[in-house]
């Protein structure tokens, strides 16, 4: 393995030195399919929901996105270190559609239907 590292399931692992006695740094997983709900005020017209769906979209790790007048439920991929992070990134992304992200909730996940 060379000095760069290798991607494994999303998961970086820094080069392999040799050392099998020496532990691995524990790497967090990314935490897939989080979904939450947006609370966005100001939303008056369609165009508006466009608005919004274009800036969310240009948020890394965000996957899916449903908006709607006043709300948008989003599924992202972040690491559970990294939502309070997001949080900050969606509501600079909402601000700059034009509007103001009052309230962000956490949904449970929706298992599918097989």
């Known amino acids: ?3 760069g590292g290798e991607m494994n399931q999303g998961i970086r692992f820094g080069a392999w030195d040799g050392d099998s006695n020496r532990p691995r740094p524990r790497a967090e997983p990314l935490v897939s399919g989080v979904r939450l709900e947006l609370v966005i005020s100001g939303m008056v017209a369609v165009h508006a929901k466009h608005a ?3 800036a969310l ?4 790790g ?3 996105a449903q908006v ?3 709300r948008a439920e989003i599924e992202c991929e972040r690491r559970d270190a990294e939502l ?3 949080e900050a990134e969606l509501g600079a992304a909402v601000a ?3 509007f103001v992200l009052t309230t962000l909730r956490r949904l449970p996940r929706e298992l599918p239907l097989a």
């Open 1 to 3: 393995m060379g000095g």
């Open 52 to 54: 919004v769906f274009a």
């Open 57 to 60: 979209a240009g948020v890394p």
């Open 62 to 64: 965000v996957l899916r």
């Open 68 to 70: 709607e007048l006043g």
């Open 84 to 86: 309070e992070a997001l």
């Open 96 to 98: 700059a559609a034009g």
